[in-house]
């Protein structure tokens, strides 16, 4: 009887710490994909630029990216959920686009939980020079 509860007591153990790391997992495969987005976002927003000369006026959630006749994101994503992950607490860590007055720079806001590829946790900002 003894033995049944040390073998149910470890199966218990483990099933918990595959928990731990598959949300880790999850969490982290959600910053992959908002460097991601962040980065067809800006590949959009180039050529764009190469088209019509300046950056757009708008671009948001759902909006597509398109120039004339030209689609070049059919629509810029949205941030995976849930958004509050590691250093992203505020309730709405949208994807945040905003061209400078002359339509000759912009810069994309986002949040990520956690260290992902080269670009720390935190808020950060990405431009024509690329993310910083």
């Given at each position: 009887m003894i033995e049944l509860l040390v073998v149910i007591a470890i199966i218990g153990l483990l099933s918990t710490l595959s928990i731990l790391s598959l949300n880790t997992a999850r969490a982290r495969a959600r910053d992959a994909k908002r460097v991601?987005?962040?980065?067809?976002?800006?590949?959009?927003?180039e050529m764009y630029f190469n088209d019509a000369g300046i950056y757009?006026?708008?671009?948001?959630?759902?909006?597509?990216?398109?120039?004339?006749?030209?689609?070049?994101?059919?629509?810029?994503?949205?941030?995976?959920?849930?958004?509050?992950?590691?250093?992203?607490?505020t309730p709405d860590p949208a994807y945040t686009y905003v061209q400078?007055?002359?339509?000759?720079?912009?810069h994309i806001t986002y949040c990520l939980g956690a260290q992902t590829g080269g670009v720390s946790a935190g808020w950060h900002t990405a431009t024509p020079a690329g993310i910083q």
């Open positions: 991601a987005d962040v980065k067809q976002i800006q590949t959009a927003l757009p006026s708008a671009a948001t959630s759902g909006s597509p990216v398109l120039y004339g006749s030209n689609t070049y994101l059919a629509a810029i994503p949205t941030p995976p959920t849930p958004a509050n992950d590691g250093s992203c607490t400078d007055g002359s339509g000759a720079s912009y």
